[in-house]
C-alpha cells in the first residue's frame, strides 16, 4: 500500500521554465512534508520542507504547496536549471514519529 | 553543518559472508538514525529505526537477525548484513537526526552499494 504517490517517473523541462512536480499521499495522519533531491549512487539532499499548519513554502527557486484537503503537495522549481537534473523524492511524516515514508520519485531532466 | 558519512561506499562480497556499514554523523550528534534500502528504480524503504544506546526497532518484514544494527555511540551506527545472498544486493542509506539540527529533518548519508556475488 503506497502512502505516498508521485505518479509522473519522469519530467523535461527546458531550461529558464518552472518545474513542478506533483506528491499525493493517503494518510490524513501526515504533518510534516519533504522534498529531497538524489543523483545517482548518492544520498539524498534535503531540499525544502513544509508543516501541515501551512500551504506554501519558499527558499530561493523552491517552492512547496500543501494542499490538505486534495492530500497533495507540489515543488516549484523556477527558474529551472540543468543542474537540477536528478530524481526527487516526496517524503512525508506522520504526527509523533519521527518516520519518513517516501514516494517513488519523479526524474526531472533539464533540457539546456 | 549536519554531515552524514558511510563507509564503505561500495562492497563485493561472497555469498555466506558477512558485512558491516558504518554511518557517522561528523559535525553534530544523531540522537536517531535511520536504515534504508533502495532497490533500483524504487523509493527507499525504512528498514529500522535506532536509538544511541538501545534496540534497534525494525519494519515489518525486515530480519533482525539478518541486519544487524548497533547505535553504541552518538555518533556511529553500524548495519552488519549477516550471511549475505545475493537477494541482499542493493543500496543501502543511513540518515540522521538529532542535537544541532533542523530536528524535523533527516541527513542522509551516500550511501553504500552491496553486491552480493
Known amino acids: 500500500d503506497q502512502q505516498v504517490k508521485q505518479n509522473s517517473p519522469s519530467l523535461s523541462v527546458q531550461e529558464g521554465r518552472i518545474s513542478i512536480l506533483n506528491c499525493d499521499y493517503t494518510?490524513?495522519?501526515?504533518?510534516?512534508f519533504l522534498w529531497y533531491k538524489k543523483y545517482p549512487a548518492e544520498g539524498p539532499t534535503f531540499l525544502i520542507s513544509?508543516?501541515?499548519?501551512?500551504d506554501k513554502n519558499e527558499d530561493g527557486r523552491f517552492t512547496v504547496f500543501l494542499n490538505k484537503s486534495a492530500k497533495h503537495l507540489s515543488l516549484h522549481i523556477v527558474p529551472s536549471q540543468p543542474g537540477d537534473s536528478a530524481v526527487y523524492f516526496c517524503a512525508a511524516r506522520a504526527a509523533g514519529t519521527y518516520k519518513y515514508i517516501f514516494g517513488t520519485g519523479t526524474r526531472l531532466k533539464v533540457l539546456a | 553543518g549536519a554531515v552524514v558519512s558511510q563507509h564503505p561506499s561500495w562492497v563485493i562480497c561472497k555469498s555466506g559472508t558477512s558485512v558491516k556499514i558504518e554511518c557517522r554523523s561528523l559535525?553534530?550528534?544523531?540522537?536517531?538514525m535511520f536504515w534504508y534500502r533502495q532497490f533500483p528504480k524504487q523509493s527507499l524503504m525504512l528498514m529500522a529505526t535506532?536509538?544511541?544506546?538501545?534496540?534497534?526497532?525494525?519494519e515489518q518484514g525486515v530480519e533482525k537477525d539478518k541486519f544487524l544494527i548497533n547505535h553504541a555511540s552518538l555518533t556511529l551506527s553500524t548495519l552488519t548484513v549477516t550471511s549475505a545472498h545475493p537477494e541482499d544486493s542493493s543500496f543501502y542509506i543511513c540518515s540522521a537526526r538529532g542535537q544541532g539540527t533542523e530536528q524535523e529533518t533527516q541527513y542522509f548519508g551516500p550511501g553504500t552499494r552491496l553486491l552480493v556475488l
Open positions: 559535525d553534530f550528534q544523531a540522537t536517531t
Open positions: 513544509i508543516s501541515s499548519i501551512k
Open positions: 535506532s536509538n544511541e544506546g538501545s534496540k534497534a526497532t525494525y
Open positions: 494518510n490524513s495522519m501526515f504533518d510534516y
